[in-house]
């Protein structure tokens, strides 16, 4: 593991007004549901992630702002209620009012060049404010445009394209579909080779609503994710796992246990994190799971579809168990949290959301974490080719997401950011430290 410091990299960011880009032909107007799934709390907040590209040769003469901007404009025809802006009906129901008003986009000019940030390619990111701006109001639940955009030339003919999503619209899955659509269109295409589906209703509860799961991640829920913010007691940083990483940690693990990087790579981080913390033994942790749950559905959701299709099933166990067993105790905590995301258990939660008014996950004590190694943040192509980087901004005190990257040397692996007050920060990174480099047993 290799301890990924922030970049101290100053730089002059040049704005042009922002301005609304609206679909390029005229779109239905009509008022969509969204559906149980999307409007719990835990899903009202923004996403901000980036991607950071080169110069390639190929485009010279190409402006990415203006290749970016006409073919926004033209993926809205097919996202359209993107375009749109988000309402609240009786019951906190969320809906979108179509009214093709457009997504707010900010053309941006960087006096830095790409090989300045150096090996600084991966969250946290301290510049991101300078690379989004943010107009005051803007970012509102209700009545905001729903995407915001800012593309920032770079001195070199690269480019870096940020963005800020509200997530009860789509997850990862869906936001990674739609800028692929718009970099399908950059690079010539006239529609998406995959058609958006809404379709919401089919992540909707039941009639009745029927809870047919048990449910601890959202027993006693307590602050919405999206405001669990970085303050000045919090330090962010961020972890590089190579395979040489993932093989010391497989060492703990006996051969019959059959195991994912994922459930290895959580497992550590979960345990680590809460002996920095050095709660109570007899005190709950949780770990909870983000998974995609696209495929547990028979038959699966339709190809296309772009609303969020997130389950965030959850380990339990006490602080002194997690401490002091092996690593394999967490291992198989984790592997059992993921099964529960089943099509039943999604039915359940959407139910749970319509009869306790879409409440958020407990987040106390609890850390959540979102696999995105393989949701294709890199693979976004506006004619640029792949993203040196892609991916969210930062993790938060409570989420962490597992994020495609290189280390300093070119090696590819995983990058893990995470945030915590600077004592437990230091705890943290001597608790991983000390496992990985003298081969401490893990409480075997």
């Not at 290799?2 to 100053?10: F, G, I, K």
């Not at 800020?164 to 718009?182: E, K, P, W, Y």
């Not at 590819?412 to 920060?425: F, K, S, Y």
Request: proline share 7%; net charge neutral; charged share 20%.
């Amino acid at each position: 593991m290799s301890l990924l410091q922030p970049s101290s990299l100053v730089f002059t960011v040049r704005r042009h007004e922002p301005e609304l880009i609206v679909p390029a032909k005229p779109t239905p107007h009509d008022c969509k549901m969204l559906s149980d799934i999307d409007d719990q709390d835990g899903h009202r907040f923004q996403i901000r992630g980036l991607h950071i590209y080169r110069c390639n040769a190929v485009m010279q003469g190409k402006d990415p702002v203006r290749v970016i901007r006409a073919a926004l404009a033209e993926a809205l025809v097919f996202y359209y209620p993107l375009a749109g802006r988000l309402k609240e009906g009786p019951n906190r129901k969320l809906m979108v009012d179509c009214t093709g008003e457009g997504v707010l986009f900010i053309e941006a000019d960087a006096d830095v060049t790409l090989e300045e940030f150096g090996d600084s390619l991966h969250p946290p990111f301290p510049c991101f404010k300078e690379l989004l701006c943010e107009p005051h109001g803007s970012n509102y639940l209700l009545n905001c445009p729903v995407l915001q955009i800012q593309v920032t030339r770079l001195k070199c003919g690269g480019f870096i394209f940020a963005h800020r999503f509200n997530h009860t619209m789509s997850d990862a899955v869906g936001l990674i579909q739609f800028m692929c659509a718009v970099g399908e269109i950059a690079r010539g295409a006239v529609a998406p080779s995959t058609p958006p589906v809404w379709e919401r209703h089919l992540l909707n509860a039941r009639d009745p609503p029927l809870i047919t799961c048990e449910h601890p991640e959202y027993d006693h829920a307590t602050a919405t994710i999206g405001t669990i913010m970085a303050t000045d007691n919090l330090v962010h940083r961020s972890f590089f796992f190579g395979s040489a990483q993932i093989s010391a940690l497989k060492r703990f693990i006996p051969d019959n246990l059959r195991c994912s990087t994922f459930d290895i790579l959580t497992a550590f981080i979960w345990r680590c994190r809460t002996k920095a913390m050095e709660l109570g033994p007899d005190e709950d942790v949780r770990l909870i799971c983000i998974v995609n749950a696209r495929s547990k559905f028979n038959p699966p959701l339709p190809l296309g579809y772009y609303g969020n299709a997130l389950g965030y099933p959850a380990a339990q166990t006490t602080a002194g168990k997690l401490s002091q067993n092996p690593l394999e105790y967490a291992v198989k905590l984790v592997k059992e949290a993921k099964v529960k995301a089943t099509k039943e258990y999604m039915k359940s939660t959407a139910d749970l959301m319509v009869s306790r008014g879409r409440p958020n996950v407990n987040t106390t004590r609890s850390l959540l974490v979102s696999d995105l190694s393989r949701a294709g943040f890199r693979e976004v192509d506006f004619g640029w080719g792949k993203a040196e980087f892609g991916g969210p901004s930062n993790g938060t005190e409570i989420v962490s997401f597992y994020v495609p990257s290189k280390n300093k040397e070119g090696e590819e692996g995983i990058v893990v950011p995470v945030c915590l007050h600077a004592p437990l920060m230091k705890c943290f990174v001597k608790e991983i430290n000390r496992t990985l480099a003298d081969g401490e047993s893990t409480g075997a």
